[in-house]
């Protein structure tokens, strides 16, 4: 059975920084792209970033670019998010997925598996 559990949400003053992270099971991890989306109330799931099987290539994109970076642990089954300079607007449920065919895609519909999200809430 294929797990992906988010944890790392929480509340955040805007300017400051929280870490996700993404734990899988179920899988073998390294065979697979990952990528962070994030969606807010009434709006439709957002790409943020996604990297490569082995981590050697990352994509952002533009809203984010800069401020967020995406790595992995294949040893440890696991994505994390870094984020910095957070602004309300960032404030969303963030879910990370995972791509069989690894091709980092902004899709969403091209993931095979999502965890169940975790809540970001930056204040102003």
């Known amino acids: 059975q294929v797990q992906l559990v988010e944890s790392g949400g929480g509340l955040v003053q805007a300017g400051g920084s929280l870490r996700l992270s993404c734990a899988a099971s179920?899988?073998?991890?390294?065979?697979?792209?990952m990528g962070w989306f994030r969606q807010g109330p009434g709006k439709e799931r957002e790409f943020l970033t996604a990297?490569?099987?082995?981590?050697?290539?990352?994509n952002y994109a533009d809203s984010v670019k800069g401020r967020f970076t995406i790595s992995r642990d294949n040893a440890k089954n696991t994505v994390y998010l870094q984020m910095n300079s957070l602004k309300p607007e960032d404030a969303a449920v963030y879910y990370c997925?995972?791509?069989?065919?690894?091709?980092?895609?902004?899709?969403?519909?091209?993931?095979?598996?999502w965890g169940q999200g975790t809540q970001v809430t930056v204040s102003s």
């Open positions: 179920g899988v073998t991890f390294s065979l697979y792209a």
């Open positions: 997925a995972a791509s069989f065919a690894g091709t980092m895609t902004m899709i969403p519909g091209r993931y095979d598996y």
């Open positions: 990297i490569s099987r082995s981590g050697g290539n990352t």
